[in-house]
């Protein structure tokens, strides 16, 4: 397929929806693109031709179709996802599996080409069983507690089984590791931006971090130039959790697994909807992804786990001195 000459963006207020939106105006500016989402964005440049879907909705599917038909849309990424889970485990449902079914009923319908989706290796699941790294043939094995992870193995169940009987559609999953940066936020960054990290005692797993940028770069060559498959997204290196911690000056708090996951304080349960386990099981047992076939298929990251970790750690120091 060639480069498309429209795009459309589900999710635009998301951090991937609004950076890959300004990135694909600056390196393609013949193409035009199209932005999805419940409300139209502060600020949004007027180039960009919006509409106005909430995926929720029943009539969805046929809403986002007439939108993609009109605008002779050729490639979706699809990134309307949360970027912190919350107490409405229905709501977070409707929109992150039913809504990434309306996004590929809508696909069908209008005859789109490609499709980028953007998920997670957090969706492999941590388990004390887990090899040192995890392929992209590994089972998504997620975890019951974590119920936007859970969400997401749907999503990937229902993607699999529409790209078999749909067969002549480009279709891309970028599994990223999480992501840190001066610019990107989400539930974890605000976790690990905490002097004072609480830790499993007893367990130090491996982590590993990708680079916002080399994750932005390698979404915007899927979206433009298609890399059809399914890629994990990681930066070069795995470090261990205490290390990390210690390297940016911050103080590990070890507290017993069976205290820390009757704890209510962080994450609080009444404001995710998820037991504790559904967050720390990340910061105990081993879940890192091999990188290997999205380092050939994208490039080599500019930045390792550790300049991922430490560009995330000097950005939010600058900050407190502005």
């Known amino acids: 397929m060639r480069a498309p000459r429209s795009i459309a963006i589900t999710g635009l207020r998301s951090f991937l929806g609004k950076r890959l939106l300004r990135r694909v105006r600056e390196s393609a500016p013949e193409t035009t693109v199209v932005g999805i989402d419940v409300q139209r ?20 599917d046929g809403r986002l179709a007439e939108a993609l038909r009109k605008e002779g849309v050729e490639a979706v990424l699809h990134a309307a996802f949360r970027s912190r889970p919350r107490a409405d485990l229905e709501g977070d449902h409707e929109l992150e599996t039913i809504g990434s079914l309306h996004v590929l009923n809508a696909c069908a319908a209008a005859g ?34 974590a119920h936007n992870v859970v969400n997401r193995v749907e999503v990937e169940s229902l993607l699999a089984d529409w790209r078999r009987r749909h067969p002549e559609v480009e279709v891309t999953v970028l599994r990223t590791c999480w992501v840190m940066g001066p610019t990107y936020e989400d539930a974890i960054t605000r976790y690990l931006a905490r002097g004072i990290v609480p830790v499993v005692l007893g367990y130090d797993p491996l982590l590993q971090f990708v680079h916002e940028e080399d994750c932005l770069r390698a979404f915007e060559i899927a979206l433009l130039e298609g890399r059809p498959g399914v890629y994990n997204l990681v930066g070069r290196g795995v470090l261990p959790l205490t290390t990390l911690l210690r390297t940016a000056g911050k103080r590990p708090l070890p507290i017993p697994a069976t205290l820390l996951y009757r704890i209510r304080a962080y994450p609080s349960e009444v404001q995710t909807g998820d037991p504790p386990a559904g967050f720390y099981d990340y910061l105990r047992y081993l879940w ?25 750690v000097s950005s939010r120091r600058m900050r407190r001195y502005r």
């Open 112 to 145: 789109v080409r490609r499709i980028v989706l953007a998920s997670s290796t957090m969706l492999y699941g941590p388990r004390p069983d887990n090899p040192n790294f995890l392929a992209e043939e590994a089972p998504l094995r997620g975890h019951r507690d």
């Open 41 to 60: 964005p502060y600020g949004l440049d007027p180039a960009v031709r919006f509409h106005g879907v909430d995926l929720t909705e029943p009539t969805a």
């Open 288 to 312: 890192v992804a091999d990188g290997e076939r999205g380092f050939a298929a994208f490039g080599e990251p500019e930045y390792t786990t550790l300049e991922a970790w430490m560009s995330f």
